[in-house]
């Protein structure tokens, strides 16, 4: 079988500006190997989905610094449970307190990633998780 | 010639040492090589010869004189000291003014206004791009209503306010003053600054609505108006500090600045102002990073260059129009979410090389911003850290302590050579604007971000609690807890104040504005009148989207 390469959609979501671990996070994961679509700024959790479903790409990691990461990252993942692409994973990197990690956890985020984090972690945690899909 | 004698004696002697120093690295080698942020190698030590033909006059001059490198006022902080100012601003304009009021009962002596999301946007409370953002990054502000409310009990003849708003400045501008004209305060006792700079937010910060051109008109008429009415009034903030931020290195932060800077300058006199008119309120606001020495070079060289700039290239006359003053925030992605009590040191050392570089007024970040926004204890502990500077170590005492340094002014003399390659590129590109256009700015940043996080994590650069002595388990720390109901009391409020006014004339004044946006009329006392008939921000802002058109981002990767 011919090795195909992970496919990840970085996206801003929100109106945070702050995009540099955004692109750090996206260049990281492109030099590895792996294919990225980045978004770029203000993107609703809708244009996230469709972007994703569209890109069809096995991963979706979704910063965000701004405080709100609660009301906008459960769209994302409702959303994708109505178009039943449960198999996309969802990541979330940025400024999220610990109580809130658990609650994003529990509605089916696959991992959270907090100031410190270095890219190479990332990278090993999206190949563990997407090799399936390989 | 003692002095030809003198050199030639140094050089003798230094050569003498070099040769010493051969046998004791063979014993000792040093733990690696040194350099700067921005890629030189650090010396092993820099002396007399390290200086080349050092004119004092012309590359120092005296505090207050051009070419301001030595500081822009005659006695500096032993006159007063710089002020010290908390960027605060969270959930509703209720809350922010407690917050307000007792930093400035703890000896904060002046305001800066942090905006949430939505208003810096120019949305209201209740757009739906909105969702999840009213109030947490900063207070929302919708209507006249809030301001009046956030501003109430602080006397704005005495308090200088900071607004870090940019698209819509000249609506929190007119606010602003609405209210100091409800307070009965004479317009020009008003003191403050927005920041009012676009270029940046295209680059670093992400908060724009308008296209450039648009942008820089609504940004010049504020120049103009300003000027008029409000007269010690800063009509710009020109902000190294988000690009620094966004990972640029120390020279780009200065360069990319001034670049900025220029495109204003240009833009202002392109609309018929004069140059010392407007380049007095003109102010700047910069990163105080890790690297110490270099942050200090890094302000010394800037203000030289910005003073040659004004004079040589515009031809400013007055002193004012020449004098770089400027604001200095400690550096935010420094901040570490481990180990957070260690920030205290980060922010402490790096807002030190701010009073030594010479600023104008400081925030000191807290130490738990990589976790949450400031609890009201971290916030107290980071004015502290400035009250400590200011009063006990005895760093005030003296003007610019550090001048003369053989290794600060080699470094100010590098620095400013670079920033000044820097500036000639972008003036090549077509200035400032057009840069920004075909993405330069932006891929240069991007690659100092890039290579910066690979030096951590190949060890390269050495941060304490992250790639080197770490812990594990987190140290647990009281974090401030918003209220989640604030948006929902927001938006009522806002409601409210929209059955409550008189809707015929904010009709009539939005119609107004209307019009005067598809002329070249000054927008000013179009927005003005809007703002007092409490017109919101929204539809405001609103208009000049019709009008203006939205900006559409620049992807580069």
Known sequence: ?134 | MTEQNNKDELIRARKEWMEKLEKALEKHPERREFKFDTGLSVERIYDPLSMGEFAYPDRLGWPGEYPFTRGIQPTMYRGRLWTMRQYAGFGSAEETNKRFRYLLEQGQTGLSVAFDLPTQIGYDSDHPLARGEVGKVGVAIDTLADMETLLEHIPLDRVSTSMTINSPAAVLLAMYMAVAEKQGIPMDKIKGTIQNDILKEYVARGTYIFPPRESMRLIVDIFAYAGKHIPNWNTISISGYHIREAGSTAIQEAAFTLSNAIAYVEAALQAGLEIDQFAPRLSFFFNAHSNFFEEIAKFRATRRIWARLMKERFGAKKDRSMMLRFHTQTAGCTLTAQQPDVNLMRVAFQALSAVLGGTQSLHTNSRDEALALPSEHSVLLALRTQQVIGYEIGVTDTVDPLGGSYFIEKLTDHIEEEVIRYIKKIDEIGGAVVAIEKGFIQQEIQASAYRYQKEIENGDRVVVGINKFTMSGDQPIDLLKMDPAVSKRQVERLKEVRLSRNQGQVAEALQELRRAARGDENLMPYILTAVKNYATLGEICGVLRDVFGEYKQHITL
């Open chain 1, 1 to 134: 079988m011919a090795f195909k390469p992970v496919r990840v959609l970085v996206g801003k979501i929100g109106l945070d500006g702050h995009d540099r671990g955004a692109k750090v996070v996206a260049q990281a994961l492109r030099d590895s190997g792996m294919e990225v679509i980045y978004t770029g700024l203000r993107q609703t959790p809708e244009q996230i989905v469709e972007a994703a479903l569209q890109e069809d790409v096995q991963v979706i990691g979704l910063s965000i610094l701004s405080g709100a990461h609660m009301q906008l990252v459960p769209p994302v993942l409702e959303m994708l449970r109505e178009q039943e692409s449960r198999d996309i994973i969802v990541i979330v990197g940025g400024i999220i307190p610990r109580e809130d990690i658990t609650y994003l956890k529990e509605q089916g985020v696959a991992e959270v990633f907090t100031p410190g984090v270095t890219t190479a972690e990332i990278i090993d945690f999206i190949r563990q998780r997407a090799a399936g899909h390989e």
